[in-house]
């Protein structure tokens, strides 16, 4: 059987399952998380299924990331996980260490750090991996031996759902975000650039630099780009993912029971 990996962004999947339990009436608490540590076990073992999954790995954040170093306001906005799930997170762990996957929770990466450096490493062995997670951060990696599914809407990620989602190729996705911004990461961008001036420049020129030295450039846009080009490299930096992350570990710990 060849080699296939399966790569879960852990808390994507728990979160929208829990906030999704966390909203129908249950006994108790207990009763609650149960129920949820039990849909997310059964999530797992039909991706398992569904994969043809041989190695497989459910990725935990870890504390603060190096982006909480580099940039203060980095997901400053976002809202806390909620207490009841922080408490429980063993319980989450422990029912998908039950399904045959492994489960990481390294000290301070991210879980897409991680999940990059693994795709990344196995794609350069031509090992096929899939990423779970409806993190549009993974889009970038979308290739012949990585592909990206989205449990929830049991559809794998193509280049046509990124062209029409974005309205910018696949591969220039990573100076779209660091252009227009993200909101949900709280990742600037270049102030006063939104996704349509972000889209046309990017459409019309294969890299950023070109749009500055464009004399027929509307002036107000190129003015913008030359005062904030420290937050696009700033930006860009935040967006794209690592994949030189040292991971003490080896795709054959990998192997599903």
Not at 233 to 246: A, C, E, M, Q, Y
Request: include cysteine; glycine fraction near 4%; charged fraction near 25%.
């Amino acid at each position: 059987m060849s080699t296939q990996l399966l790569l879960i962004d852990a808390l994507n999947l728990i979160r929208r399952i829990y906030a999704v339990d966390s909203n129908q009436s249950h006994h108790s608490e207990e009763h609650m998380i149960k129920a949820s540590c039990a849909r997310v076990a059964h999530a797992c073992k039909k991706l398992r299924a569904q994969c043809n999954a041989t190695h497989g790995v459910a990725v935990f954040d870890g504390d603060r990331s190096w982006r909480y170093h580099y940039f203060k306001d980095y997901k400053s906005s976002r809202a806390p996980m909620p207490d009841l799930l922080k408490k429980n997170l063993a319980l989450f762990k422990q029912a998908i260490e039950h399904t045959g996957i492994v489960v990481f929770s390294p000290d301070n990466d991210e879980a897409d750090d991680i999940i990059a450096t693994l795709a990344y490493k196995a794609a350069s062995n031509k090992v096929p991996s899939t990423i779970v997670s409806t993190d549009k951060g993974f889009l970038p990696f979308l290739s012949e031996y990585i592909s990206v599914f989205d449990y929830f809407k049991k559809h794998f990620i193509s280049q046509d759902d990124i062209y029409k989602r974005f309205s910018v190729p696949q591969h220039r996705l990573i100076d779209f975000w660091a252009l227009a911004g993200d909101k949900t990461n709280d990742i600037p961008g270049v102030k006063g650039i939104g996704n349509k001036s972000a889209q046309q420049l990017i459409n019309q020129y294969n890299v950023i630099d070109d749009a500055i030295d464009d004399e027929t450039l509307n002036a107000t846009l190129k003015r913008k780009l030359i005062a904030e080009m420290d937050l696009f490299v700033i930006s860009k930096n935040l967006v794209t993912l690592r994949t030189d992350i040292n991971l003490g570990f080896s795709l054959k710990q990998l192997r599903l029971n």
